[in-house]
Structure formats: structure tokens, C-alpha cells
């Protein structure tokens, strides 16, 4: 076997600072100095009583929404691929709740349940959606993987890993265009970030200076392959750097750190600066999808994650030392639950789409 | 005592293939998603303990990135590797189509013979389980329409393993599609060396009326209709393509000369599929003796949707192919 690749070591607290790449001069004058990694802080958020009560909530839907969709998945209801979100929670809900919802826009690949919640979207029609019926949020047509709300600037659920990059890059082309002042936020996995359309959309996207900011969701995993298995330069917040894009790495499983980084990303993109990479560092708890046996970990290292980054345990804990009662905690899970299980109620009993459906929607008129 | 014959399932077949032409030929190397044992084995694990048995350095996962794996696999081919490169599902062949269209196929044409590119292609994909749009399509059409290339689908697990072996050592580019809702099918096990060569259809079942010609995952569905016919005293022939460019046109003519009737079958799109083409030579060849246009069964002309109720009505199915049968019988 040939030697193990070279390897850069992981970010400390403060990546961008640290792994600065050398500064560059502009070689043409009229290009905009290279912003480098090393550009943009990484804050935590600090967050009124109200905000973490906010996340929590968000944090405890997502994962509430998502335990029941592996039951009802487990129950023959769901069918076809379901990708499950629990441990990610804080990087949607971080990222979520800074965006201006009607003016910025989303975009994601098939994990995407989180993403729409995040959204604000109606958790019946997305759990009506994985059940396959016709008041699901693609009217059935789509399922798990492939979601779509435009009223809510969500573009997507994606079923080609890494090809919602590419979209987004024309998401952010289009609020450049229009001027009306939108960011996209293009998510995408660690795997994701090894297709070669993931970098035509960077470099496009830093030579027109696009309001975009690509999300890499770090959950140390695409499928059976870790990130270093599948990945010359594992720091993937660096992968920006040969396009100039500034990258920061991010602790994603607290939400406040999620939080205070977009907002500095945000502000740079808002302020005309191009695209931003960011890096979320999280785990996912579950398989890859529900059919996923996991030989490649071991069931200690899950367990040990979910135990000492859990992100709703940590902001729980936050919660209560700072005076919020167990009990207040717990009216709002039962407020969760009942959402989730109203949900479930409507995705079981709404009916299936007509069968003339398969024909709409095909084309823009009638055939 | 019964002494039933041993059984083995399709993915078991393509499994043993890959083995026995990695033993027969150091050149043949495997990469692809996830394929090697600490990845799983390959997602529908057909790859399953080759890398144990062969090593890494032979059966290599790599990156989620099927242009660079596909433009690899040519590149070493093209120096006398014999490459299998896996694209996990159907549909992510779409990121390698430059690849294939304009290399694999073309090299050998365009360098005046100076070139040539043993590679395999595997690939697997299927409706029927709610992977919906983008994970679902039979795209074999678009490939058979590139000069140059090869497309293969098996119906059988025997089958599976002479043909799969026989792409593998041809020295073509061969895309070698797989069925997954067809993975877990059994069928009788293919001797050792059991070798289908390619371009050869095979008879799996003669009869008198009308022919029935398909490939692939069509294949179980033909005969379970052909059956329900016979009770009602049609004579069905059932041609398997196997090889769906180039195919054994002779044999496929040779039957509809019997019977001077035929329906094509496939769970592809019908408009514009392979059936078109069949039917047409068909009917360039023998129209003056047909008992009725050739008749065609494929899947609805929409994007494979989610939903289990209208997935089922998008999907060809056994009783089309007997409705059809009849329509064109009269
Ligand atoms: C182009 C393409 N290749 C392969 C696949 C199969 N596939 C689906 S998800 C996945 C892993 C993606 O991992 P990652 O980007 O890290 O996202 P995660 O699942 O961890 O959220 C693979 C290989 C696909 N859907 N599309
Ligand atoms: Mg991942």
C-alpha cells in the first residue's frame, strides 16, 4: 500500500485564526484581496433566555419528529430510503435561525426533515410526505429524500450527493441578479464534498462574488466511509482555499457556536464579500439510512458522543443552570410530543395521491 | 431422496464472477463507493469479502466521486488493466456520462485502433421499493445508443455469473446492469466455469404464438405471464436478450419468423426505449409476415414517483404484458 496520505491536524478554538493560509497578492488589481481562512471569527452567541428556549424546542422537534419517523419506517408506513438527522440538530437549528425566511433561501441534499422543520415548515406535510400521500409536501411524488417548499425559500432535498451545491450557487446567482439582498445556504455532507461539481460551483461562485454560504455538515461519515478514508485534505473548511473562499470550522454540536459563526459568515456575505465555507463538526447517531447494519464503528463510539456532545443535553443543562425548572423543560417536550404525534395521525390517515397523478406535474402543461 | 440442485441468489452470482475473474486475471482490479469489507462490502454487499480475499490495493472504495472513478477505470484500461468500477445505482451514472459517451466509447475509434478499454461498468437500479425519482431509472436506452459501448442485463443468477465474467474479460467497455429488488432472487448455481458470451440471447422458452422479448428484471415477468396465457391457449417464446447492445438480432428474428407476432418488454420508460428499436427492425425485417404490429410493454412516461399507490401504476407489470399480448392477438 502507498504511504498514508499527508494530514493536516484538526482546528483548535480559533481555526480560521490559526490555519491561515500564506496572504496572497491579487495578482490582478481589480479582483478583491483573497479573503483567507483565517478572515472570519468564530463567536459564541449569546443568547437571551428566550432564544435558548427557542433552540431547545427546535432541537427537541427535530429529533422527536425524527425518532418517529424510524418507528414508523419500522412499521412498513415509510417506505424506501429515510435518512435520519438525530445529533445534527444544532447545525440546522444554528444556522435556521439566523436567516431572514423570505428573503434568504435553502437548499439541501436527501437528510432533510431538519432542514424543513428548521424552515418552519408544517411538520404534518413533511411526515404526510414520507407515508407517500397526496397531502404530503411534493403530494407523495417525491418522499424522504426529495422535499421541496418554495413558499418557505426551501429548494430541496436532493437525491445526487453533492448536486444541491451547484443548485444553491444558482440560488445565490439569482438574489445577486435581482438584487434583492438573499443568501443561499447550501448544505451538503463530508462526502458530498468530494464530487468535482462541488468546486466548479466554488470557483464560479468566488469569481462572481455570490451571496452563498456552503454548509458542509461534518458528521464524520458518507455511508460506510469516515471522512479521513475518503479524504486527502480532511480539514474540509480549508477546501475553499485555492478560490479564495474564507472557511471556518465549527463546533456543531452547540448550537450557540453554530449561531455566532453564520452570524459573522452571514454579515461578510451580506456585505458583498462572496461565498463563505463553513464546517460543522457533528455526528450522526443513526445509520446512514434504516437499513444500515454500521460495521464501520464501533457502538462505543456512538455512545460516547451521545454522551458527552449530546447538543439538546448540553443546551438542557445550559437551561438549567441558569434557573429554567425541570418542569417548564418538560411541558414543552409534551408540547413536542403531541406535535409529533398529530403529525404521525395525519401522515397515517390523509389518502393516498389519485393515480391520475402520476401524469401532473411532468411537464408545466397537461400531456 | 430428493436432490434438489443448489441455489443461489443474483448478488451471490455477480459476487462469484468478480472472484473468479480476479483469481483468472491479476489486471482485474474493483473500485467503487464503499466497496471494500470495512466499508460493508459494497451497499448491497455484492462485493462482499473480495477485499479480504484480494486486498485493498485490487478492491479499492474510493471518494463519493464517480466522475474521477469512471475516468480513472478508462485511464487504466487503457493501458491493459482490466477495471470493474461500480456506480452504486443507476441514476449517479448520469455524473459519469462524459466519461462513458465521450471516452470509454470512443478511444478505441478515435485513436484508429490504437486504443482499447476493457472496462466494466456495474451498476444496479429498479423501481418497485419507493427510492422514487432520482434512485430508480433504467437509463440502458441512453447507453445503448453510444456506438462503441456495451450493455449487458442478466434475469437469472447463472446468468448473472457467465455475463458478468464474460464483460469483464471482453475487451470493450461493457456497462453491466444489475436489478436491485432482484438481488435477492435464488436460481439454480452456475457451474464454475459457466461462461454466457456476450451478444447471445438465449430460448428459456419456446412456444408458438407470439414471442415475448426482454431482459433483465422483464424476464420473470414474462414468463409469469406467459403462463396466465397458456390457460388461455396462447403459446408464448420468451427470447432473453441478455446482451442489449449489440443484440442477437438472428435469434430475435428467428423467433418472430415462427410466430409472426412479438411484444417487447422492459421496465424502462416505453417511449423511445430499446422496445422501439426492436420493434422497429422487427417490423423492417418481417412485416410482410407479422399477424399484427409488434406490440411494446414498458413504464409509464413519468419520473418514477414515491408513492407506493401511484409507483405501482407507473410500473410495467405482468398484466400488461398480457393485455398487450391479447390486443395484438385480437
Ligand atoms: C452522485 C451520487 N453518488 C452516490 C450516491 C449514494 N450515496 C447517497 S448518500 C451517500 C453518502 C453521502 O455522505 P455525506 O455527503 O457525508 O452525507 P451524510 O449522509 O453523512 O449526511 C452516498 C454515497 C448518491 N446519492 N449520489
Ligand atoms: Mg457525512
Known sequence: MAKPPRKTPAAKKSPAAKKSAPARKSSTPSKPVAKTTGGLKTPIYKATKAELMDFYEQMLLIRRFEEKAGQLYGLGLIGGFCHLYIGQEAVVTGLQSAIEPGKDSVITGYRDHGHMLACGIDPKIVMAELTGRASGISKGKGGSMHMFSVDHGFYGGHGIVGAQVSLGTGLAFAHKYKEDGGVCLAYFGDGASNQGQVYESFNMAELWQLPVVFVIENNQYAMGTSVNRSSAEDQLYRRGESFRIPGMQVDGMDVLAVRGAVEEALKDVRGGGGPVLMELKTYRYRGHSMSDPAKYRSREEVQNIREKSDPIERLKAMLMKQGVAEDELKILDKKVRKTVADAADFAEESPEPELAELYTDVLVEQY | ?330
Open chain 2, 1 to 330: 431422496m430428493t436432490d434438489k440442485p443448489a441455489e443461489i441468489m443474483f448478488a451471490q452470482a455477480c459476487n462469484m464472477a468478480m472472484a473468479k475473474a480476479m483469481a483468472d486475471d491479476p489486471k482485474v482490479i474493483i473500485m467503487g463507493e464503499d466497496i471494500a469489507d470495512e466499508q460493508g462490502g459494497g451497499v448491497f454487499k455484492v462485493t462482499l469479502g473480495l477485499s479480504e480475499k484480494f486486498g485493498t490495493d485490487r478492491v479499492r472504495s474510493t471518494p463519493i466521486s464517480e466522475q474521477a472513478i469512471v475516468g480513472a477505470a478508462v485511464g487504466s484500461a487503457m493501458v491493459g488493466y482490466k477495471p470493474v468500477a461500480e456506480i452504486m445505482l443507476m441514476n449517479f451514472i448520469t455524473v459519469a456520462m462524459d466519461q462513458i459517451v465521450n471516452h470509454a466509447a470512443k478511444l478505441r475509434f478515435m485513436s484508429g485502433g490504437q486504443t482499447t478499454v476493457p472496462l466494466t461498468i456495474r451498476t444496479t437500479t429498479g423501481a418497485g421499493t419507493g427510492l422514487g425519482g432520482q434512485h430508480s431509472d433504467m437509463l440502458e436506452a441512453w447507453l445503448a445508443h453510444v456506438p462503441g459501448l456495451k450493455v449487458v442485463a442478466a434475469s437469472n443468477p447463472a446468468d448473472a455469473y457467465g455475463l458478468l465474467y464474460s464483460s469483464i474479460m471482453d475487451p470493450n467497455p461493457v456497462i453491466f446492469i444489475e436489478n436491485t429488488p432482484g438481488y435477492f432472487v435464488k436460481g439454480p448455481a452456475p457451474a464454475p466455469d459457466h461462461v454466457v458470451p456476450l451478444g447471445k440471447a438465449s430460448v428459456p422458452r419456446e412456444g408458438t404464438d407470439v414471442t415475448l422479448i426482454g431482459y433483465g428484471s422483464s424476464i420473470s415477468r414474462c414468463h409469469a405471464a406467459a403462463d396466465k396465457l397458456a390457460e388461455d391457449g396462447i403459446s408464448c417464446e420468451i427470447v432473453d436478450l441478455r446482451t442489449i447492445a449489440p443484440y442477437d438480432e438472428e435469434t430475435v428474428l428467428k423467433s418472430v419468423a415462427k410466430t409472426k407476432a412479438a411484444v417487447v418488454v422492459h421496465e424502462a420508460v416505453r417511449n423511445f426505449g430499446v422496445g422501439a428499436e426492436i420493434s422497429s427492425r422487427i417490423h423492417e425485417e418481417l412485416f410482410s409476415e407479422l399477424k399484427a404490429p409488434v406490440g411494446r410493454v414498458g413504464s409509464g412516461y413519468a419520473p418514477v414517483p414515491f408513492s407506493p399507490a401511484i409507483e405501482k401504476a407507473w410500473m410495467f407489470s405482468q398484466e400488461d404484458i398480457e393485455r398487450e399480448v391479447h390486443k395484438i392477438l385480437g
